[in-house]
T-cell receptor, first 113, second 116 residues
């Protein structure tokens, strides 16, 4: 069966520090991969999605970047975190085209001090 | 651009009450619709989905949703809620578009609190 691993579960970082959140999927090949952010009191916002290795689409301009070095690995990064980067980050995957449900990881709660 | 509106931010009900959570979307073409649920301390999971066919969709745990194309709505319902239904509920929509990725747009969520 397919599983998705996301870590760390919680992270506290100072303003200006770098960030690297990792997400890996097992049990499926060539998944579509996604990073979402859920800010306090707001809904899920799609940040990045990827349909293949090295292919990244950014949905909103921001202080973050994403990379997909391997088929089932998706990394969310920042060189210098801002206070506004605080939130709950979710990785998700789906397969195929058009309208397939997404499956979510357990999320990373990021607090910026 | 596609968007999803969930007008109820927080709903409080007593056990056995009936539930209806509103969801409206804006998209002119064929849509796929979803409801996701996030129980306290757990990850987001799919509750039900609509792709085509019968507009009344049955999901897990007694939930159902009705797609009304003329109203651009996909409201979630449950005849009798339980305390264990306390969670945050997200409506989501995507269309075939031109992208090979299944980009799903989420609503802002509705927090459901059930009084025992």
């Amino acid at each position: 069966s397919q599983t998705i691993h996301q870590w760390p579960a919680t992270l506290v970082q100072p303003v200006g520090s770098p960030l690297s959140l990792e997400c890996t999927v097992e049990g499926t090949s060539n998944p579509n991969l996604y990073w979402y952010r859920q800010a306090a009191g707001r809904g899920l916002q799609l940040l990045f999605y990827s349909v293949g290795i090295g292919q990244i689409s950014s949905e909103v301009p921001q202080n973050l970047s994403a990379s997909r070095p391997q088929d089932r690995q998706f990394i969310l990064s920042s060189k210098k975190l801002l206070l506004s980067d605080s939130g709950f980050y979710l990785c998700a995957w789906s397969v195929g085209q058009g309208g397939k449900p997404q499956h979510f990881g357990d999320g990373t709660r990021l607090s910026i001090l | 651009a596609q968007s999803v509106s969930q007008h109820n931010h927080h709903v409080i009900l007593s056990e056995a009450a009936s539930l209806e959570l509103g969801c409206n979307y804006s998209y002119g073409g064929t849509v796929n619709l979803f409801w996701y649920v996030q129980y306290p301390g757990q990850h987001l999971q799919l509750l039900l989905k609509y792709f085509s066919g019968d507009p009344l969709v049955k999901g897990i745990k007694g939930f159902e949703a009705e797609f009304i194309k003329s109203k651009f709505s996909f409201n979630l319902r449950k005849p009798s809620v339980q305390w264990s239904d306390t969670a945050e509920y997200f409506c989501a929509v995507n269309g075939p578009g031109g992208s090979s990725a299944s980009k799903i747009i989420f609503g802002s969520g509705t927090r459901l609190s059930i009084r025992p």
